[in-house]
């Protein structure tokens, strides 16, 4: 990433993440924070990350993440990994919405719309929800903004599957009346 962001010419940036146990966001300040001494030089973008709740509230998280980033960053007394130049701010938001894989209509819409425009695939649980905090939020951020899409495509399944599972019951039932 840091290489893409300086072939862009982007020195400040915004990434957005979908946060559930905290692992996910807790690598990517990790790997802002610290470098493999094997990569050359850090450049000096400044990062804010911002990791969406979207199963717990983020007061519950914030000690659980900071420890995993401490574990994995303890490398670095041993030499594996050193500090980069960049400057890493992290803050988590709450993005529960109708609650942890719930959907409400404005998510489905959404999700939707995102894909009929992008054909870029977001499930409902994480990225659906990450997603609508971007959009609802982006004006409040400045600089480049990044979207650290997470897969969730058995999500993206399951969800079209239930869709012409009902699209199906309803046909049932028409040719039934
Ligand atoms: C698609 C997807 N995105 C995000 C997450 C959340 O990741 P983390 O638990 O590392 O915060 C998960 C967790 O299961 C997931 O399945």
């Known amino acids: 990433m840091t290489e893409q962001l300086e072939f862009l010419g982007i020195d400040s940036v915004t990434i ?3 946060v559930g146990s905290g692992g996910t966001i807790a690598g990517l300040i990790t790997g802002w924070t610290y470098a493999l001494e094997t990569v050359g030089r850090a450049p000096p973008i400044a990062v804010e990350i911002v990791g969406v709740c979207v199963s717990r509230p983020p007061e519950e998280l914030r000690d659980s993440i900071e420890s995993i980033v401490r574990d994995c960053g303890t490398s670095a007394a041993e030499g594996v ?3 980069t130049a ?4 992290w803050r988590l938001v709450d993005g529960r919405g109708a609650g942890f894989g719930m959907a409400d209509i404005h998510d489905l819409e959404l999700v939707e719309e995102i894909g009929r425009q992008t054909r870029f695939l977001a499930d409902i649980t994480y990225n659906g929800k990450a997603l609508r905090w971007l959009r609802e939020s982006a004006k409040q951020l400045s600089g480049a903004i990044v979207y650290w899409h997470t897969g969730g495509a058995l999500g993206v399944v ?3 599957s239930d869709r012409s599972a009902d699209w199906e019951a309803a046909r049932i039932e028409e040719f039934n009346q």
């Open 16 to 18: 957005v993440v979908p």
């Open 81 to 83: 990994l050193r500090p």
């Open 86 to 89: 960049s400057r890493c701010h």
């Open 158 to 160: 399951d969800r079209i």
